[in-house]
Structures are given as structure tokens and as C-alpha cells.
């Protein structure tokens, strides 16, 4: 506070300055389909490289639970993203550019690409036609399937929304983590305990990262990961540590019963997906509310030097903050 | 091209707004009374391209008459109302976090350095939404595509100024290139600092700093009229988030192999 600074408007009580509590930044107009396609298109990412490397092994039933669960991800994907279009019937207007400015139009050439790979590689698989191609198409998926899984992060944090934006150094890994922890619960499900045994290490390591990097996410957002313990996303986010914790500790100490090892699978993945859809929803509970664009960018501001400030421009003499 | 807009001249009669919605055909989309003051538009959007902030604050000033004297603060603890108005518009930023993210191309930069939205391209993904630091960009209930300002690009390739503009009676909306633009604005910031309002600063009109093709003359912090007071161009990290990306994904192929380490079964 200095000399001259004005008192609030009088319609604003809360103590955050803004233009009668209106938000700055709109609001995304994604909906339920996005953080469903964060999830489904993670966990196929994790899953083909999953396949190649049981293939590798000589796993076969782990390799085939793997080339379904990413063939199952990469046929979903489309559908839900094509649905939350405006106007689903352009969605190829996407695929007459290359750009790769757009996280999301290369994220769609990215989507494009191994969604062709995964069905190459499952029909071969199941019909028992082409092997050659099919592994050759399976290690095309394997290398497409890890940034299939990380760019979503980039496509969330290249946005203004204050939560995404400041947290993209964590997104990537945040996403890497929680979709190596469903594909490698998704390979735990199906699978004999014996087989599923490197599935289950997946599911472990990748949920003990999940559950790490989140804390460090919040600790790094600071001020902003307020809305990660409100309202819709600190629901979710709460469910989400819970099954994620709990279903690690179940597949990691009973991981010789079938039975608790699926039941902490299935715990896993409903702790990935409620991940996905807490960082949808602190997104939009950060844009929502103009204290988390004005705060946030007011200490900003504070911190850099005077002439560094350019934004605003003061007559010579002129109050500046 | 852009704009200028000088706040201190503003009377808030709307007529921007209406000249937009008569020459653009923006839907109007009348809701009730909001109580905040004169403003029943309440933000930018897909169908309001100007909005008209009216800004209501307990200041100690004398009592507003016609020209500047009447925004000199008044003798120290006599209570007093101010009125702040201001058209806000879209920045058509040098710069454009929603031209960058849109992934179809729909999101271009035309022959006037104005941005703006090719309706028959763009699909609706709404990504330039959240990108935008200003909250100009959203999509129409029922068309379900993204529309915003197009500092009248029709007008402006038949050599004539944007709607907004031409209908403004104060001169509060000035319209040119933005180099003659920014002389005009730091001439007007000097003449009202000397008739002894302090609190008048520009935003936006510093090339060095978040370019805007549209800037303004405001008498108070930019949040005080919803705009933010420390934009900033996302976008030029795209590369780096590209890098944590890659990075995570190497981590996720090796988190894989490791997995298998130790037997497969």
C-alpha cells in the first residue's frame, strides 16, 4: 500500500480488489469429457510401452492385457475429445495443419498417430495376420504412448489459468506418474499374480510418484493450491491421494492374492482418474476467482525491479506502486 | 492498427457497445439488472466485443463538473464519490496467446496487425478461452464456435474505422496506428498528470513490456476496471513445456523398462 492508492470500489467487501468479484480470466468450456480423455489417453500411453517391453520379456498375457488397454484408450480418445467440440463436425479442420505452437493440434497429430499404431498392432496380435508389421506398429506405439501420456500437461499448462500455468514444471510428471500407475493397475487386474508381477511394480512405483509429486506440486503453487482444498477439485483431489494410497498399499503388501491385487488395481485407477479430474476442476475454480489472477500477479509485480514493471506507465512523477 | 482508449474522456453512454452489435450483428443478449452500477453487460464475451466498466468509488474529490478540475482530489478527509468509466475491448496483443494455442489456424494475424477468429474454420475446442490473460474469448451459446473483436476487419479493408470508434461522441475511443497512437496517449498521460491527476497511468502503451494493440488511459489499478495488472505472454514458453514433457515421457518409458528388471514374472 502507498500514498495515493485509491480505496476498493465500493461494491467489493472481501478485501481482494476487484471489478465487483468478476472473474478476469474466463473460464475453460471443457467438459466432462476432457478429464476423462486425460485419464483414457494416459492410460493407453503407459500401456503400449508396457506391451513392447512384456513382449520383450516373453509375457505374453501381460502383453496382450497391455495391447488392449491402450487399443481400448486410443479408441476412446477421439470420441471424447471429437464430443466436446463446439462443432464436432470440423474436428478434422485440426488435421489440415501442422502446428506446433498448439500443444493441442500437435497433441491431435500425436493422438492420430498412435491411435493408427495401437490398431495396427492389436489386429495383428488378434487376428495373427502381418507380424512383422505388428511389431514394428507395436514399437511405434511404445515410443508415441509416453508423450500420448505428457503432453496433456503441456496442453494445460500453456494457458493463463493460474493453478495450470504455474504448476508446469509438476503437470508432466504428475501425468507420467498417475498413467504408468493405471496401466501397470490395468495389467494387475487381469492377470494372474505370477504374470502380472512387473504390472504390479508399475502400479506401486508409479502411484508412491503420484502421491509425491502432487505434494510437491501444492507446495510449489503456494498461495495458489488453495483450490485443490476447496469446493469440487479438493474433493476429488482428497479421493484421489485416499484410493491411490490405499490401492498401492493393498497390490504392494497383498500383491500374492489375486484378489487384493485387483482390488487394489481398481482402487488405482479410480484414484488416477479423480487426479485428472482435480486438476480440471482447480483450473477452472482458479480462473473462476479474480483474487488468484490479481494476488498472484500483484506479488509478481512486487518482486521485480521498478523498471522491469511495464505494464502500467506513469507520467514523469507520476505515482507508480 | 489498433486502438486508444482514453478513459478519462469516457461518459459511459454505450454507444460503442451498440455500434458494435449494429455493424458486427452480434446477438444481443439483454439479461436483468445487475445492480453494479450502470453495467448490465458485465464482461467481454462472445456476444459483447465492447464493454462499458462502470466503476463507483468513495474518494475524497471535489464535486465532478465537465473537464478536468473536477477529478482534482479535494482538501484532505472530505469525503466524495468518483465515477470511473472505461470501453474494454480485445488487445489484439503483438503477441497472441489465443493465435498461438488454436489448433486449427482459425486464429490469425491480419495485414492491419489485428487478430482475429475465421468463423468458418474455427471447430469450437475452446482452447484459446483460458488462454487469453484477458477473458475476452468465448464461445456462443448454440453456435458453438469462439468469436471476438475483429477490430472491424471488414471496415478496416474498406478504409474506414471500426464501429466502436467512429460512434464514440468523446473521442474516447481513438483509432490509428499504433505508433501515432502511443505519441497521442503518453501527450494526454502528461497533460492530465499536470492538471494534477497522479493516479492516471497507461496500460498497456509500453512496447517493452505485454504489447497490446489495444491500450488505455486509466485512473485507477488496471483490477479495479477487471482488467489483470501483470499480463503475461504464456505462450513464450511453449518450448520449455515441451522439454518437461519429453522429459516426463523418458521418465515414464524407463519407469516401464525398470519395472521388468528383476524378473518378468
Known sequence: MTAGRPERAVSQEDGHRSYYGRPVLKQPVWTWEIPWYFFAGGTAGASAPLALAASLAGNRRLERTARLAALAGAAASPALLISDLGRPERFYNMLRVFKPTSPMNLGTWILSGFGTAT?????????????????????????????????????????????????????????????????????????????????????VGGAALELAISEAMKRRLGDLAEPYEKEEAGRYEQLSMGLTAAGAALAALGGRSRLAAALGGALVLGGAAAKRWAVFKAGFQSARDPKYTVDHQRERLQRRPPEERRTETFARGGRGR | ???????????????????????????????????????????????????????????????????????????????????????????????????????????????????????????????????????????????????????????????????????????????????????KANGRLEMVHEAGVTDARLYGADEEGYGMGAFFLLLDDPEVYGL???????TRKTKSLWGAAAAAAGALALGVAAAFAGGSR
Open chain 1, 119 to 203: 490398431g495396427l498392432a492389436a489386429a495383428s496380435d488378434l487376428l495373427g495376420v502381418f507380424p512383422r508389421l505388428g511389431r514394428a506398429a507395436g514399437a511405434a506405439a511404445a515410443l508415441l504412448g509416453p508423450p500420448l501420456a505428457t503432453y496433456t500437461a503441456v496442453l494445460v499448462s500453456d494457458t493463463s489459468v493460474p493453478v495450470w500455468h504455474e504448476a508446469r514444471r509438476e503437470l508432466p510428471l504428475l501425468f507420467a506418474a498417475s498413467s504408468a500407475a493405471s496401466a501397470g493397475a490395468v495389467g494387475t487386474i487381469f492377470n494372474p499374480p505370477e504374470a502380472a508381477r512387473p504390472a504390479r511394480r508399475l502400479l
Open chain 2, 1 to 183: 492498427m489498433g486502438f486508444f482508449t482514453d478513459t478519462t474522456v469516457c461518459i459511459g453512454c454505450k454507444a460503442c457497445e451498440v455500434a458494435c452489435k449494429e455493424w458486427n450483428d452480434v446477438p444481443d443478449t439483454i439479461g436483468l439488472l445487475t445492480g453494479e452500477s450502470y453495467d448490465n453487460t458485465s464482461a467481454l464475451g462472445a456476444d459483447n466485443w465492447r464493454h462499458v466498466a462502470f466503476v463507483e468509488q468513495r474518494k475524497p474529490v471535489k464535486v465532478q463538473e465537465a473537464g478536468l478540475e473536477g477529478l482534482e482530489p479535494s482538501a484532505e478527509g472530505e469525503d466524495g464519490f468518483r465515477w470511473l468509466m472505461s470501453s474494454d475491448v480485445c488487445k489484439h496483443c503483438t503477441e497472441a496467446p489465443c493465435l498461438d494455442v488454436c489448433p486449427t489456424g482459425a486464429i490469425f494475424r491480419t495485414e492491419f496487425g489485428t487478430v482475429v477468429v475465421q468463423e468458418d474454420v474455427c471447430n469450437g475446442c475452446g482452447y484459446c478461452i483460458p488462454a487469453c490473460p484477458f477473458g475476452v474469448l468465448d464461445r456462443r451459446q448454440g453456435d458453438g464456435r469462439v468469436w471476438k473483436c475483429t477490430l472491424c476487419y471488414d471496415r478496416l479493408k474498406g478504409h474506414m474505422e471500426p464501429a466502436c470508434a467512429q460512434a464514440c461522441p468523446t473521442d474516447s475511443i481513438q483509432f490509428g496506428p499504433l505508433d501515432e497512437l502511443r505519441e
Open chain 2, 228 to 234: 489483470p495488472p501483470d499480463p503475461e505472454v504464456v
